[in-house]
Nanobody, 118 residues
């Protein structure tokens, strides 16, 4: 059974840091793009950061560039999101995602709550 398990969320003051982890199990994800998405109350889910497989380039949403860093450890089937200089608008449920374009295959974690107080 494939599972993505997020951890590391919590409550932090503005300006603080958190490190999210996503442990994948049930298959190897070395050929999957691994990413983080978030959904704030009343808003649609949006992409935060993606770490592509292969050449390993990364993508960041403009709102988090320079503050968040995504990394992955293929040997441990784990992806991380280091979040620094957190802002109240970063408050959301953060979801881990694994996606392969061909053949299409996609998995989601259950989410972890991140709350940033002002």
């Amino acid at each position: 059974q494939v599972q993505l398990a997020e951890s590391g969320g919590g409550l932090v003051q503005a300006g603080g840091s958190l490190r999210l982890s996503c442990a994948a199990s049930g298959r190897t994800f070395s050929t999957y793009d691994m990413g983080w998405y978030r959904q704030a109350p009343g808003k649609e889910r949006e992409v935060v950061a993606i770490f592509r497989w292969g050449i390993g380039n990364t993508y960041y949403a403009d709102s988090v560039k320079g503050r968040f860093t995504i990394s992955r450890d293929n040997a441990k089937n784990t992806v991380f999101l280091q979040m620094n200089s957190l802002k109240p608008e970063d408050t959301a449920i953060y979801y881990c995602n694994a996606r392969r374009t061909w053949p299409l295959s996609e998995y989601w974690g259950q989410g972890t709550q991140v709350t940033v107080s002002s």
